[in-house]
């Protein structure tokens, strides 16, 4: 099962116009089967969608997972998630993170083919180091300890060091980044990640560096292959 983790910035690129054309066009050519999406609203209340529903439906045969707490958002604190079609969503949460700036995570359950019943989580962490440790603290102790195998985390973890920041995932969680997905016209920082449980593996992964993914935000969207684990 592929997995795509894209920051869309609101669908602003490189050259300053919001295209969210662009930023479909990208998505539909990952392949992926789940997409979390960071950014994927406006920043002002309402926080419309910066990608509208029905161009989702236009440009992609993707379903829009049910985060959203108003009509006009996309998602929940600008977290969001596609679904192919054959993935059924079995649940979804919204989860409070501490910060000093309004920050959320959102989980969805989700019985996917090839991997069996698994969790996702969208995350876009905070800028300072401290509050980012404990939003993952607050993420880990959101997903109950016997489901902590079967969950993926995704998203902007907002951290430069290659290494370290994320001790308080602890050892159930593998961190892994697929490579420097920041700045897209300059990558030099990888704060695009994946984190999952020891029931499943990375088959592979990688950045997306070509086409319109080259413009069309300044993250470069990141994906990998999972598998359940041998």
């Known amino acids: 099962m592929r997995v795509l983790s894209y920051n869309i910035r609101k669908a602003v ?18 392949g992926a089967d789940v997409v979390i999406l960071q ?7 309402p926080r419309p969608a910066a990608i509208p529903r029905h161009l989702i439906d236009l440009e992609s045969d993707y379903d829009v997972v049910d985060l959203a707490a108003t009509d006009v958002s996309l998602g929940w ?20 993170l501490p910060g000093l700036e309004p920050r959320g995570a959102v989980r969805v359950q989700l019985a996917a083919p090839r991997v069996g019943d698994i969790s996702v989580i969208g995350a876009h962490l905070g800028l300072l180091r401290r509050w980012r440790r404990r939003q993952l603290a607050a993420i880990r102790s959101h997903v109950a300890p016997q489901d902590r195998a079967h ?5 902007d973890f907002n951290e430069w060091a290659p290494r370290g920041g994320f001790e308080p995932l602890g050892r159930e969680f593998t961190v892994m980044s ?20 020891a029931a499943l593996r990375v088959t592979d992964s990688g950045t997306i560096r070509h086409g319109e993914a080259r413009h069309a935000s300044d993250h470069m969207p990141i994906w990998a292959d999972f598998a359940p684990a041998r």
């Open 77 to 96: 604190h600008g977290n969001a998630v596609l679904v192919k079609p054959g993935i059924d969503v079995l649940g979804v949460d919204r989860l409070m």
């Open 178 to 197: 697929p490579g420097r997905s920041f700045h897209t016209a300059y990558p030099v920082a990888p704060l695009d990640r994946f984190a999952h449980g």
């Open 151 to 155: 969950t993926i985390i995704a998203g």
């Open 39 to 45: 950014e994927a609203d406006k920043r002002l209340p």
């Open 13 to 30: 690129g490189l050259d300053r116009r919001r295209n969210p054309e662009r930023v479909m066009s990208v998505i539909a050519e990952s």
